[in-house]
């Protein structure tokens, strides 16, 4: 495994260095609802709330996540496991459902953690591109990428770092090749509730996918608690059970009064996503508005913290370069798109992506910076 740090530490510590305003790594500058830090406190209050936690999770969260699939999707799950935010469940999955030689398929640009996971199982990760600007996964694409050694596709919608959001027509597609080839899906879902245009559908909702797909969230995106790290994989009973079977020894079982509270967070219903979300696209159409003035070319999101720019617009081809100085030059990190890709130089080398889910003054300040860079 790389040594290096992931890009989403070193843009944070370069915007540490530097003082400039960090539109990097996906963070709230705001904490979630305070009724669910008052639940945290009751639980660490409590006397009873602070010792080790069931394997699976603590019964009043295992019992909101099920009711919250249910609620919201009209999923009844078999099984669930609470795990240290999403990127243990995605952990455990991949190195309990994968074997050495096993090959998975991923969307690209793709998320940090998938392939130094899928490597320590001894698996090779493929890529499928989603292309700009529209980000429409092509189903051929798709079939080609999978092999008689492909077990899993590990579907991340509302993907990051793009911020698209699949539509019915891509999923019924990508479900359909599931059956035929007899694959399992591991879906990573922590944007599900951020959701800007469209709506977010579940693979598992989709005929035959409830039977093979493995569900991921976690409570930090939905409720902007991304320090709580409370995370959990859904689905059928053979597929959590391979999570908890690597979980039990990677980590066993705690966060125990988040866990609490992330049951009350759930239990109290969708109201406080659903304003989230409306929070964030105002902020999205602040920040693009503010992008596009300054002269970048912004590509269509639907949904998560994100938006991607394209720096081309202004002269710069290369934003991994661009990203480095940009911290000096205009006092904002942005993230470079060609850290999620194979090959850097392809069709997202000039991207940059933003990240939006900051105060207003503070995304004002970021673009009144920008426009300066840029006119400078
Ligand atoms: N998957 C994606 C696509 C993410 O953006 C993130 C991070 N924020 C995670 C997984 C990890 O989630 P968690 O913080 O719950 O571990
Ligand atoms: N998911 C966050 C992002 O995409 C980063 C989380 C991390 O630092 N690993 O910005």
Redesign the pocket.
């Given at each position: 495994m790389s040594a290096q740090t992931t890009i989403f530490t070193t843009m944070t510590a370069l915007a540490e260095q530097t003082g400039a305003i960090n539109l990097g790594q996906?963070f709230p500058d705001e904490d979630g609802p305070a009724e669910i830090v008052d639940a945290a406190v009751a639980a660490l209050r409590s006397g009873t709330q602070n010792q080790y936690a069931p394997l699976a999770g603590v019964p009043p969260l295992v019992a909101a996540i099920r009711a919250h699939q249910q609620r919201r999707y009209g999923l009844e799950v078999e099984d669930v496991q609470v795990t240290?935010?999403?990127?243990?469940?995605?952990s455990c999955a991949l190195l309990g459902l994968l074997q050495a030689g096993d090959e998975l398929v991923a969307l690209e640009p793709v998320?940090d953690?998938y392939e130094p996971i899928a490597r320590l199982a001894g698996a090779t990760m493929r890529r499928v591109a989603l292309h700009p600007p529209g980000w429409r996964l092509d189903v051929d694409e798709l079939r080609a990428a999978i092999t008689p050694r492909t077990r899993l596709l590990l579907l991340?919608s509302p993907?990051?770092p793009t911020g698209r959001v699949l539509d019915r027509a891509e999923l019924e597609a990508v479900a359909a090749l599931c059956v035929e080839l007899d694959l399992i899906a591991v879906t990573?879902e922590?944007?599900e509730h951020l959701v800007l245009e469209g709506e977010h559908i579940p693979l598992a909702t989709l005929p035959g996918m409830a039977q093979r797909t493995l569900t991921?969230s976690?409570?930090?995106?939905t409720y902007s608690f991304?320090g709580w790290?409370?995370?959990w994989a859904s689905g059928p009973a053979a597929l959590v059970r391979a999570v908890r079977a690597v979980k039990q020894y990677l980590s066993f079982a705690g966060g125990t009064p988040l866990q609490h509270a992330t049951a009350a967070a759930l239990d109290a219903g969708d109201l406080m996503p659903d304003a989230l979300a409306a929070a964030l696209r105002a902020k999205h159409d602040r920040l693009v508005g503010g992008l596009s003035a300054a002269g970048f070319a912004v590509l269509p999101s639907q949904g998560?913290y994100f938006v991607c720019a394209d720096a081309a617009a202004l002269g710069h081809d290369d934003a991994q370069e661009l990203a480095l100085r940009l911290p000096h030059e205009a006092g904002v990190v942005a993230i470079p798109v060609s850290a999620f890709v194979a090959d850097p130089r392809g069709e997202t080398r000039s991207l940059l992506r933003f990240a939006f889910c900051k105060r207003d003054a503070v995304l004002d300040e970021a673009i009144a910076r920008l426009a300066r860079w840029a006119a400078s």
């Amino acid at each position: 495994m790389s040594a290096q740090t992931t890009i989403f530490t070193t843009m944070t510590a370069l915007a540490e260095q530097t003082g400039a305003i960090n539109l990097g790594q996906g963070f709230p500058d705001e904490d979630g609802p305070a009724e669910i830090v008052d639940a945290a406190v009751a639980a660490l209050r409590s006397g009873t709330q602070n010792q080790y936690a069931p394997l699976a999770g603590v019964p009043p969260l295992v019992a909101a996540i099920r009711a919250h699939q249910q609620r919201r999707y009209g999923l009844e799950v078999e099984d669930v496991q609470v795990t240290f935010g999403a990127t243990e469940a995605l952990s455990c999955a991949l190195l309990g459902l994968l074997q050495a030689g096993d090959e998975l398929v991923a969307l690209e640009p793709v998320y940090d953690s998938y392939e130094p996971i899928a490597r320590l199982a001894g698996a090779t990760m493929r890529r499928v591109a989603l292309h700009p600007p529209g980000w429409r996964l092509d189903v051929d694409e798709l079939r080609a990428a999978i092999t008689p050694r492909t077990r899993l596709l590990l579907l991340n919608s509302p993907h990051n770092p793009t911020g698209r959001v699949l539509d019915r027509a891509e999923l019924e597609a990508v479900a359909a090749l599931c059956v035929e080839l007899d694959l399992i899906a591991v879906t990573d879902e922590v944007y599900e509730h951020l959701v800007l245009e469209g709506e977010h559908i579940p693979l598992a909702t989709l005929p035959g996918m409830a039977q093979r797909t493995l569900t991921i969230s976690s409570v930090g995106k939905t409720y902007s608690f991304t320090g709580w790290k409370i995370g959990w994989a859904s689905g059928p009973a053979a597929l959590v059970r391979a999570v908890r079977a690597v979980k039990q020894y990677l980590s066993f079982a705690g966060g125990t009064p988040l866990q609490h509270a992330t049951a009350a967070a759930l239990d109290a219903g969708d109201l406080m996503p659903d304003a989230l979300a409306a929070a964030l696209r105002a902020k999205h159409d602040r920040l693009v508005g503010g992008l596009s003035a300054a002269g970048f070319a912004v590509l269509p999101s639907q949904g998560t913290y994100f938006v991607c720019a394209d720096a081309a617009a202004l002269g710069h081809d290369d934003a991994q370069e661009l990203a480095l100085r940009l911290p000096h030059e205009a006092g904002v990190v942005a993230i470079p798109v060609s850290a999620f890709v194979a090959d850097p130089r392809g069709e997202t080398r000039s991207l940059l992506r933003f990240a939006f889910c900051k105060r207003d003054a503070v995304l004002d300040e970021a673009i009144a910076r920008l426009a300066r860079w840029a006119a400078s």
